[in-house]
């Protein structure tokens, strides 16, 4: 055997003991993957106690530990979703923290949603109920959850084609409650937005969602922490994080959220002591002084769960794979971001019309759109008060754009009771009953009676037909009547009362008596063009006199004493043009503001014998915007002027005082007491400085200018230096019974100062 086949031959058994050896390290490698266990991920409720859930996510992505399914209950579900849709802990702390949680559960909806009725109807009212049958009821829950809702839909855009959710990036499972059978719901498909809205709808917080016909709430009432079903997913290993905390005590039982929270936590504290003991990494931050509406404290709560999972950090370390979430993986639509809705397509339960609701949504189907402008034509919708929570959907079509779904969902209750209190210096107190009836006589009207008690009585009528875009139509009717000592000059230089009365002041009272029909349309909810005609009955007398005045026609007295100075019908005309982008009525930090007016008196029974047909307009506009953080600036001017040569001075100008929604032509100016200035024409510049040093707790600092007269424009006084001023510097409050301002102010002409007060909501 020559040397070369004894050197193959004896190099054989060292290549196959090294291809045996690479074999079995394959065989090994491959057996080694098979058997990586699966690491389930399940997330307690717990409300805002839940935000714990993004601090411990922290720590175990920083441990390189890849989850391969997640299972929540509540805010668990949540914060859940959101990590399997693909967004990494940092992400959700960074939008966590961008968000006003606490407003978006209020569902106060942005004034630029509701068209002019409603932004009057919500800012005059402190309490509303449900009425029905001559019986008052209790809301379902504070909130019903449209705001939130909206949020979902926007973060989860990117997932909104996946209906299954074992298809997510991570598969994906939470709970709800059949609130009629008491029994749990497993969500595991369908639209995401909704599944977890369900999930975490806190009973007494947010209204039931239905799905599938099933009556559905938190999650958390019959499973809190849904351990088995996340084993069942796949999961070898569970780590959970719990954020639920032992019974409270009765000093934290300050509120029926809470105090709901705690019956449920009767039997899910004895629950956990079994599913704890099934986890085998058991998260349990420290959350025991932070309530479930603790939504301000985000930070440190947030703080709570990276310290409980640090302590297991050896633990998750085990199970490091090197995985690491991907960063910035998910891009978040933004508002101005385009899409294209080419179908509509409105199902449930709905009278209304489909054009009632295309124009309620105010943008065109097949041209490009944006996701604020769709957000704003949902809100639209349900300012309307009409529909339960809007759980719209967005999917992908075969024809290259998007498909609206709208479930319509009408509202049970068409009756509501609604109360209001206020003080004021002009009107004094008040205490308002109102009863609200919609859909009358059409599917789209609403009716709304205001009877006011205190110092003055009062009432106001309105009944409003919404037709969107198209021309609406109202009909209004009020009594207005108030008090107020006012220099006996006026009276003499306005209703020709005779000389020699050794008087200087008078108690004047005003009431008036109107009458409106009217046709309205709205470009959109911040604009509006009404035209209408009028009725009024106007009445302007003193008791100051008694019955033995030393007035000259055409003053006369009655037999109860009272002296008249006008008592007399007027028949007009008007239109009006407003524009109210405003953020707020009370306190606007931004916007834009136009209201121009005009009125012509067209006839008269004509008490005075001095009526012509005359008219008076006029027009307000301003704008507020924020300066710094907190601090924000509202520039007002004001005008406005006669035309005819009427003798009639009950309609002139009258400016003084400080408040909102005065009847007429009475003016508000800061420095001068009620009905202090008259003139047929006026000018005037306002200005106030608005810093927010608490939450809802204002520093306002104001100043006015005017010039008021006969005839300005004519005369081109109007453009001179103003001849009044007023200044004034305040406090004020945004309270459950609406604002609250106080406000010393003066004015450099003359030797007095005033100090106004206003509590609640102007009617």
Not at 204 to 231: A, K, M, W
């Amino acid at each position: 055997m020559n040397l070369f086949v004894k050197n193959r031959l004896g190099i054989m058994p060292l290549v196959l003991s090294v291809l045996f050896l690479g074999i079995g390290t394959l065989v090994a490698q491959d057996h080694e993957e098979k058997i990586k266990p699966k690491v389930g991920l399940v997330l307690s409720g717990g409300g805002a106690k839940g935000m714990a859930h993004i601090g411990a996510l922290k720590i175990i992505e920083e441990a390189g530990v890849e989850i391969d399914y997640i299972g929540g209950s509540s805010m668990g579900a949540i914060v859940g979703a959101m990590y399997a849709a693909g967004y990494s802990a940092n992400e959700l702390d960074s939008i966590f923290k961008a968000t006003n949680i606490g407003s978006l559960i209020q569902d106060n909806l942005p004034r630029s949603a509701k068209t002019f009725y409603e932004k009057d109807d919500s800012e005059r009212y402190a309490l509303t109920l449900p009425f029905k049958n001559f019986k008052v009821t209790v809301p379902p829950a504070i909130s019903g959850g449209q705001n939130i809702y909206n949020e979902f839909v926007r973060l989860l855009y990117h997932v909104k084609d996946i209906d299954d959710f074992n298809k997510l990036p991570t598969p994906f499972v939470c709970i709800a409650t059949d609130i009629e059978t008491g029994k749990q719901v497993i969500l595991n498909s369908g639209y995401l937005p909704e599944a977890i809205l369900a999930s975490g709808t806190l009973p007494s917080l947010f209204e039931p969602t239905v799905i599938n016909d099933r009556v559905l709430i938190d999650g958390g009432v019959v499973n809190n922490y849904p351990i088995d079903e996340v084993r069942a997913m796949g999961a070898d290993i569970i780590i959970g994080v719990d954020v639920q905390h032992d019974l409270s005590d009765r000093d934290a039982l300050l509120s029926a959220t809470e105090i709901l929270l705690q019956i449920n936590n009767y039997r899910t504290v004895a629950d956990m002591e079994v599913k704890s003991a099934k986890t085998d990494i058991y998260i349990k931050p420290n959350i025991e002084e932070y309530s479930v509406i603790d939504f301000n404290r985000l930070g440190e709560i947030v703080k709570t769960g990276e310290d409980a999972a640090k302590l297991k950090i050896q633990e998750l370390k085990q199970l490091t794979t090197g995985y690491k979430k991907d960063k910035n993986s998910i891009s978040v639509i933004q508002e101005n971001e385009q899409l294209t809705i080419n179908r509509l397509l409105i199902e449930g339960n709905t009278d209304h019309t489909r054009g009632y609701v295309k124009g309620k949504l105010r943008f065109s189907l097949d041209e490009p759109t944006n996701f604020k402008r769709l957000q704003q034509g949902i809100s639209n919708l349900s300012a309307t008060g009409n529909f339960r929570t809007i759980k719209y959907k967005l999917l992908d079509n075969m024809n290259g754009g998007e498909d609206l779904i709208l479930p319509l969902d009408e509202t049970e209750n068409t009756s509501f009771l609604r109360l209001g209190a206020h003080f004021d210096d002009l009107y004094k107190s008040a205490a308002l009953i109102n009863i609200t009836k919609k859909r009358i006589l059409s599917k789209d009207d609403v009716a709304s009676f205001d009877f006011i008690l205190g110092d003055n009585i009062r009432y106001n009528f309105e009944y409003y037909l919404d037709k969107g875009t198209y021309w609406s139509f109202g009909i209004n009717s009020r009594f207005n009547d108030f008090e107020q000592e006012i220099d006996f000059d006026l009276i003499e230089g306005n209703f020709e009362v005779g000389a020699g009365t050794a008087l200087n002041r008078i108690n004047l009272n005003v009431s008036d008596f109107t009458h409106q029909l009217y046709v309205q349309t709205v470009v959109k909810e911040e604009f509006a063009f009404t035209l209408g005609g009028e009725f009024k009955h106007l009445q302007y007398s003193t008791r100051t006199f008694g019955d033995t005045p030393n007035v000259t026609t055409p003053g006369t007295t009655s037999s109860n004493g009272r002296t008249y100075f006008d008592r007399s019908n007027y028949v007009s005309a008007f239109g009006s043009l407003k524009l109210d982008t405003y953020d707020d009525k009370y306190f606007p930090s931004r916007g834009l503001y136009f209201n121009g007016d005009m009125h012509y008196y067209v006839l008269s029974s004509d008490f005075n014998n001095n009526f012509k047909d005359f008219s008076i307009s006029k027009a307000r506009m301003g704008m507020a915007m924020p300066l710094i953080k907190n601090l924000s600036i509202n520039i007002e001017t004001e005008g406005g002027f006669k035309l005819g040569t009427s003798g009639v001075t009950s309609f002139d100008f009258l400016l003084g005082g400080y408040g909102t929604d005065f009847i007429n032509n009475f003016i508000p100016f800061v420095g001068y007491d009620f009905i202090s200035l008259p003139g047929n024409s006026f000018v005037k510049a306002y200005g106030r400085l608005d810093y927010e040093f608490a939450e809802k707790n204002h520093m306002l600092f104001s100043a006015n200018f005017a010039n008021v007269d006969d005839d300005l424009f004519r005369t081109g006084d109007w453009f001179k230096a103003p001849s009044y001023s007023g200044y004034g510097i305040g406090y004020g409050l945004e309270s459950f019974l609406g604002p609250i301002n106080l406000m010393y102010s003066w004015t450099p002409e003359i030797d007095k100062s005033q100090f106004f007060v206003s509590i609640g909501y102007w009617f």
